[in-house]
């Protein structure tokens, strides 16, 4: 069995190829597909610039100005934002990053696990485990945070990392389970099996055989891990309760209130600053999404 | 780790033939490897479920003992206007966002995957978005787009169009104009198109090319057979998603699910029942009432995908 | 034998489910406070958290042997978190109540009865007595006032002048203040109105309800003691006033949430209520200088209009050392350190020593609200008892009432009727 690193595709080559003959109607075509894609691209990045200009506006020109033009230059709101709550705003980032690694390897480990067993492996159950699996996704978290709650706090849990973190040690984010149980299923069995003929136990299977293949799962894994726990607000909101303890999600949101005096300026430049790790992840993730194996099969 | 060469012996012993001693050493080790997923079903999420379940047949309001009221809240549902309206403004949305979001997703994927340059470039781009999805400042962003004055209606008096309407303050157009700010964040489901592309042997592929099939060809034979567990799973998470979705519309509206309802999502409204009027009993029976539609929905999902997902296992 | 133990493990998922399932059986830890531990909590946005912190330090100076947790969210994230705390029985011991919500914790026991504290170590002498009444429910202490509250009109003087009117004063009535606000309207070519839409303010429509000759509530708070007709007056008033622009159309007023999204605050609309402290929110966003004023009355004489508390501090029924507890709370109304320091982040000082102590520019948007409680609480009437349970959600439905009348969805008469019905089965 021989898996390879590929790079470019062959219908890059393909088009690569094809290109040299093309005619100009061609060349035209391909031109409006550039421009469809570039102004497309324009509508999604807009609301980044925008977000990167307000947190340089004053507090009235926020709400008052749609546009991208900056008249002033306020950096105050960075300055003001990153010391304005009682910790450095980089204390509340490096509570985030803590929560959000566990959550990473604790969703990689046992999603992948659960994964496995569902997708390659034959036990009694199967089926009713899995409808229950999706059926614990189902319920929506505002009726169920109140007894988990009160479990966690029975163990003493409250305002610490573990009731964000032990639930994905123990694969309860199904969505991560279903998504590998899906990818490993697109993986051929063939190679499972010429594994298994070469001696290989279920482990080593799972270890060396499917883990490598699903590299492009286990990535996305871990990006969506990441995002979606540094976005996550209302479960953070709930278990931490001292204000060291907060997550960057939760001190963001306790910039402003609609019932009082709010301090929108350092609330855009502290969110800017926020998202800055999350698309770092993103870049450096999706580079490893591309250089996923692709396998040229063959045993 | 003795457990593990256990079975990696057993495994070992029983590879040449398949016996039932064989099935039950497999057995064995499908438990090992869910463990961590039964223990998570034991201890973390099956017990608050069912705590929820006797909640909704109780009159709970959190800050007091729970009365038992059988099926008082269930029968309640029935004649509450207000959740039959969130109802139907889920089901638009869930009906009309999921399909164009996924059709979004998969076209971009697709295209970004045939060998578009600066590829990783659009691909970071067309995330965006998503990465900005629940942040407040997103409200203040589609004020200042969608608003009376916002940038929108600028654009629309610039070209002529007199008395544009008020989008996000009109009970007639606000829900589509969060319908078009769940499928502006399309970016989940397109990396994850974008992973299963990545997935697909290139030997298909280069086995096709020999053969001579066109592009188009290789697409319908190869490609969407072999994405089809992946579209399906976004399917199925997808609605799943939509049926509970809160926090564009929490955010945008500022938790009023207006204007006049026209953004009460059932899950805003469960909400505000539960924590706003203290309601929790009630609010549990509209989860268990929730979980029944999705349920199902999920149950139509999976039988139909007998007929159009291929699987190669 | 897996298969045993996994059949085993799902009877103890039923019986653990069922044993969290009661619910409020189960004591938790105090929410992180032991010997010498108190947790205090509040919402608010920036300004309120950073006077806040202070005062803790100063406390701290003050008295070592309490060490004090603090935890803090904006409104809404507040109360989802104080009522999941008190649902666990790990509510912080002191809390910042909103009048909103004081009922439905008083009265569901998660506030701890604090009559025996008042006066021995709470001092509310110096309250006037309406204000420091506001935390008594049936003849029990459950809330110490922190602020002073009363309804407030404010009124943008520059944008009413560009546009040629005249500035009002405290003596308009609705009927004088109508004709004002259509004339403003006429005169700001739809681009101006002359009045915020106020159908959905329920709070402003006490004072309405009280002009009228009765309470909003009963005595007993089981059920609305206005009638029917005023209701329908009010929102019937409200749509008149949208026809002829003294109020701006209703997709306009949908665009309202936080302050900076006010019509008053963007110039739509010369004329904005309140309570009177949101003029120190609301300037802020504003280049204009706002002006506070009565809101107008039925018959010239502002019976209807009171003064009160909005807010209090609280001590949760969980907290283990209620005596510290209370001592933190004298701590935070009559200090004089405290009170310079918080000085108007909670709005108006609820006693009249701490506004001297304070010597408010007249001139700032807090000396405004302060000069204002002065001015109107001699001519207010007397304070009505504390809003009863259910209170918040009969806000909403008035203010959806409100808005679907606006929007052509429902009429004032069928409106009324409704919000009388849905009010029984609320207040029951």
Known sequence: MTTETVHTAPQQTLIRSVRKTMSPRKRALRLLKHLVIIGFGILMIYPLLWMVVSSLRSEEEIFQAPGLLLKTLQTSNYVDGWTGLQHPFSHYLINSALIALGCIVGNLVSCSMAAFAFARLRFRGKKIFFAIMLLTIMLPIHVVIVPQYIMFSQLGWINTFWPLIVPKLLATDAFFVFLMIQFIRGIPRELDEAARLDGCGYFRTFWSVILPLMKPALVTTTIFTFIWTWNDFFGQLIYLTAPEMYSASVALRSFVDATGSSAWGPLFAMSVLTLLPVFLVFLVGQRYLIQGIATTGGK | ?313 | MNIDLNRRQLIGITLAGLATATLAACAGPGGGAGAGRLGLAWYGGDAVHEAMKKLITEYAKKDSSISISEQYAAFADYWDKLATQTAGRTAPDVVRMSMSYFSDYANRGALLDISKYIDSDINISDMPRDVAESGNLDGKYFGVSQSSIANAAFVDPELIGSLGGSVPTDDWTWESFADWAKAIGASGAGKVYGSMDQGGNFQLFESFARDHGTELFTANGSALAVDVDVIEDWWSYWADMRTDRGAPPASISAETTGFDTWPLAKGITAVGFGWVQQIAFLQPVMTRQLEVLMPPTVSGEAKGLFVKCLDFWSISSNAKDPAAAADLIDFLINDDVAIQTLGVVLGVPPTQRAIDLLALDPTSPAGKAAGYIERVRDLAGPAPAAWPTGYNELLSLFARQAQDISFDKSTPAKAAQDFQEQSVQILS
């Open chain 2, 1 to 313: 780790m003795s457990a593990l060469s256990e079975i990696r012996s057993l495994s070992r012993a029983g590879r040449s033939d398949f016996t039932s001693e064989a099935n039950k050493k497999e057995e064995r080790a499908a438990y090992l490897f869910l463990l961590p997923w039964l223990a998570g079903l034991v201890l973390i999420t099956a017990g608050p479920m069912l705590v929820s379940l006797y909640i909704s047949l109780t009159d709970y309001n959190l800050l007091q003992a729970p009365n038992w009221v059988g099926t008082d809240n269930y029968t309640q549902m029935f004649s509450d206007e207000r959740l039959k309206n969130s109802l139907g403004v889920t089901f638009i949305y869930v009906f009309i966002s999921v399909p164009i979001q996924l059709a979004a997703a998969l076209g971009l994927a697709i295209a970004l995957n045939y060998g578009m340059r600066g590829l990783s470039f659009y691909r970071s781009v067309y995330y965006l978005p998503s990465l900005l999805g629940g942040s407040v400042a997103i409200a203040v962003l589609w004020r200042q787009l969608f608003g009376t004055s916002g940038l929108v209606n600028q654009g629309l008096e610039a070209i002529g169009v007199a008395n544009p309407p008020a989008w996000i303050s009109d009970p007639s157009t606000a829900l589509g104009t969060l319908i078009t700010l769940n499928v502006w964040t399309f970016g989940a489901p397109m990396v994850i198109f974008l992973a299963g592309l990545r997935q697909i042997p290139t030997m298909y592929y280069e086995a096709a090319s020999v053969d001579g099939a066109s592009q188009l060809r290789q697409f319908w034979r190869i490609t969407l057979p072999l994405l089809s567990p992946i579209i399906f799973f976004n399917l199925v998470l997808q609605i799943i998603h939509a049926f509970q979705a809160f926090t564009q519309a929490f955010i945008v509206s500022g938790g009023t699910g207006g204007p006049s309802d026209s953004t009460m999502f059932f899950t805003l409204y469960l909400y505000q029942m539960g924590f706003g009027n203290f309601q929790m009993g009630y609010a549990s029976a509209m989860a268990w009432l929730l979980l029944i539609i999705v349920g199902a929905f999920t149950a139509i999902n999976f039988a139909a995908s007998r007929y159009w997902v291929f699987y190669d296992d």
